[in-house]
């Protein structure tokens, strides 16, 4: 069971002196959720566990709380991403409890391989170990750099698939700590530089370069496909960390520049199968980056990032992968639970 920090987050809830709460979750969570749920109840707060699935702390279920009659949201899983929420909400990031360091030392052979001065960068699950994993490397002789990153990120050195804001330092290489191709395909993108990924649960180490060669192939095929495209669905979601309106009027009127017909779609969470029956040629997804490319065997349409459009109306030559950006970044977050406010508080 990952730690909850239940006696914390009741003393939060006292604080805010709150009656009733709902409970979001990722998939992997669930059974957690339902002993906060049951603790919480049992120290006199009614509490909702949401049902709906849930990718990030770019999707908080604010508004559903506060639609609710809830005094906060509780969200596990995942750290604070700087948005405007409509109710308190406490952040319990998942942290594993595996050891970083016993991989590294393993793979000190293909590290060297890097350089000297590398990039340390990792997702929100390891991230209380990045001090750790650099001490160790530091006393290996290398000099190691951990990015600030931007205001959608919590911690130094952390990643997520929409932003890469902390690998972007000067630095000859960049060593990534975590499991999954993803978040290294991305660094690897975002960087352009050589990325070496070491999985801490597997302790196996892989050069992403030929992955993301292979990613940017399929990609290509992707733009390919939608050439003859005339009429373009852009999408973009109402989930608060992923709603790029802005841009997303813009590739409209991009496309109708390039004399093409486009249409502005909003919708919460975006799967094709929602999107059969339209009569569009290709797609253009301006929300979570991960959407048109981890799901793009379910989508019987092209379906783009907006970069890849750029690359088909022949303003871009390079691929470039799709970030979200945020602001500077103000001050690190605690890595424990954290608690943040609506503005109006
Ligand atoms: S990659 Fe997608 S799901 Fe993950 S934080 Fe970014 S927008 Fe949210």
Not at 3 to 28: D, F, S, W, Y
Not at 102 to 109: D, I, R, T, V
Not at 165 to 176: H, I, N, Q
Not at 260 to 283: P, R, T
């Amino acid at each position: 069971m990952h730690e909850l920090h239940e006696r914390e987050v009741l003393e939060k809830l006292r604080e805010l002196n709150a009656k009733r709460v709902l409970i979001q979750t990722p998939e992997g969570l669930k059974k957690e959720a339902q002993y906060l749920a049951d603790f919480l109840e049992k120290n006199g707060i009614e509490s909702l566990i949401s049902g709906d699935i849930n990718y990030g702390a770019c999707d908080p279920a604010d508004r559903e709380a506060k639609m609710l009659g809830c005094d906060a949201l509780i969200h596990l899983g995942h750290s604070y991403m700087a948005l405007n929420l409509e109710v308190p909400m406490i952040f319990i990031p998942a942290f594993a409890k595996v050891d970083v360091v016993k991989a590294l030392s393993k793979n000190l052979g293909e590290i060297k391989k890097l350089g000297k001065k590398i990039a340390l960068v990792t997702t929100v699950q390891h991230i209380r170990e990045l001090n750790k994993a650099k001490e160790f490397l530091e006393k290996e002789g290398f000099e190691v750099k951990v990015g600030k990153g931007d205001g959608r990120v919590s911690f130094p050195g952390q990643v997520l698939g929409c932003n890469f804001s902390a690998a972007k330092v000067e630095a000859e290489g960049v060593l990534f700590i975590g499991a999954g191709y993803f978040h290294p395909v991305g660094v690897a993108l975002a960087t352009k530089k050589p990325t070496l990924a070491i999985n801490p649960y597997s302790g196996d180490a892989i050069w992403v370069d030929k992955e993301a060669e292979r990613f940017i192939r399929k990609r290509w095929a992707q733009i390919a496909k939608a050439y003859d495209a005339k009429k373009f669905g852009v999408i973009t979601s109402t989930k608060k960390g992923q709603l790029r309106l802005g841009e997303a009027r813009k590739i409209v009127k991009l496309l109708k520049e390039h004399g093409k017909d486009a249409q502005l779609i909003v919708m919460n969470h975006i799967s094709y199968q929602a999107l059969e029956g339209f009569d569009f040629d290709a797609y253009v997804v301006v929300a979570c980056p991960r959407v048109p490319i981890d799901d793009v065997e379910n989508w019987r349409k092209p379906v783009l990032t907006p970069r890849e459009l750029e690359i088909l109306l022949g303003l871009r030559e390079d691929y470039e992968f799709d970030e979200i950006t945020g602001g500077k970044r103000v001050q690190d977050e605690p890595m424990g639970i954290s608690l943040k406010l609506p503005k109006s508080l």
